[in-house]
């Protein structure tokens, strides 16, 4: 087989004892790598109602068949489980060399089960596994954590950790690797910390199979200097994802105090050029030239890596127009491997909640101390921290008096950075993204706001599907989606280096049907562990958006239209083969290969 190694690394830590499992050409061209993988072996290995913190939950780290290879942003793995945050299908894309080794080890996934007795570290060395004493590693940060274990493994070694967040099982706990790529949001830092899993560490020798090698990487060169070519490149290098707090604000839909408004008055001061001002590199994923990790000096002094989600949510949605503070706040959340949106998020809660005196301890907006105080007695699950550690949605929960209402999450995961007000079809990729409220899946605002934006026709259904598998495609495939989608690099690519890798004939089609198989199936497993609880109420987004409108700025008043969302979802259950619930169609599953899946959901 090329493209792929056909082998997966299974690893037991309850056991210590591990073995590698090969996989067929058919499993490989039907599900592609990356999330593809990840949901299929879920669905087909986790017991029903296995607990997120379970050693029975399976933590699984998947590249994807253009991982590693010299080619544009190759350098890409999905860290994905059953969600101890949402119940449902986690997962998340890093950018780390623990990609390309476990490509260069032979390797296209590594699936962990069980619980180690102590606290341990992997070390996977091609054909070896270690399971090694992480005594002196427990309670240290990310950071320090992998400083530690890059004196022993070396600079160019792959690793991934968890800080105190992970370890302390934080509901929202991501896992990191190189100082700043994170991933994982829903959990799978806190799925690595109940099973005793300070790190990963890997270490590759081999070549990764290729049908046409020579071919592949001249290819992949042409590649890289199409995006050096391209006229937005410069502006890229310079502010990342970062010119978006402008463009948000501009555009009303900059998450403010707690998603109360959509303009911040200090968005100048945590924008594009506010980082630019306190900027001291460039930093990112391996094999990408076009690394968008701003690192700038924070108000400690110390290093952080920033990007547009992270500096809103820590930003405007907590009233901190403070750049060198809120990037300060987003260093304390990647060393202690927090999701710096959740985190933006619960600490927007939490200010709400103290304003309204729902809870007796006082946190201001705005006030950088007490966030940041407040964001360590999460990791450590101190206090109030201790019922924020549990996301927004478990915390609204508990603290009751009306507070579900605004709190931003959908089925569990805290929204991230776009008010969706006046941006219906937004709201609608946020309400029916496969893992919970997240950008990545679909981020059609842009396209939104130059189409009919307040409209809720069909064709937004029809686009948003679009993004969804699109942006899907790009979670199998192991490789990074800002080339094409932010810098417009040619579509075209992705089938020829996935043809020149594989030696089978792929189009944008095919790939297409392939992300609607594995979108299909990531919902089926949302269906499956909700025990016949599934409906439609799953897929709308939170009642602040419908109740309250804007109350400031040029679209002060408005708000979302809840008939108008309901008609916006039927049509998007229409054109997606579900029924009303939301649930697929077994005609749907069939069309997509995937008739087991249609007896389970429908026996
Ligand atoms: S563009 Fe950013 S996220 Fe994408 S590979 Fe490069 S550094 Fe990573």
Known sequence: MFGWNGSILNVDLSKKKWFAETFDADFASTYLGGRGFAVRILWDRLPLGTDGLSPRNLLIFATGPLTGFTLPNSGKLVVASKSPLTGGYGDGNIGTFAAIHMRKAGYDAVVIEGKADNPIFLVVKDKTVEFLDAADLWGLTTFEAEAKLRKSYGRASGIVSIGPGGENLVKFACVMSQEGRAGGRPGMGAVMGSKNLKALVIEGSG???????????????????????????????????????????????????NYQKGVFADADKIGGYAAEAIKVSNRGCPNCNMTCGNVVKDAEGREAELDYENIAMLGGNIDLGDMAKVSALNRVADEMSLDAISLGNVLGFAMEASEKGLIKEKIQWGNYGQAKSLSEDIAYRRGLGGILAEGVHAAAVKIGKGSADWAMHVKG??????????????ALAYATSPIGAHHKDAWVIGWEMQHDRFGYGAEKAAHVIEAQHMRGIFECLGVCRFPMVNLGLDREWYPKYLNLATGQQFTWDTLNLIAERVFNLMRAFWIRESRGKWSSEMDVPPARWFNEPLTSGALKGAKLDKTKYDGLLEDYYRQRGWNANGVPTPTTLEKLALSDVAKQLNP
């Not at 199409?226 to 604000?249: C, H, M, S």
């Not at 995961?413 to 079809?425: H, M, N």
């Open 413 to 426: 995961l805290e929204i991230s950075a776009y008010d969706c007000r006046t941006a219906p079809a937004m």
């Open 207 to 257: 070549a990764i199979p290729a049908f046409n090698s020579q071919e592949l990487r001249e290819q992949g060169l042409a590649g890289y200097r199409e995006i050096l070519a391209k006229p937005d490149y410069a502006f890229w290098k310079r502010q990342g994802t970062l010119g978006t707090v402008e463009w948000a604000n501009e555009n009303s839909v900059l998450p403010t105090r």
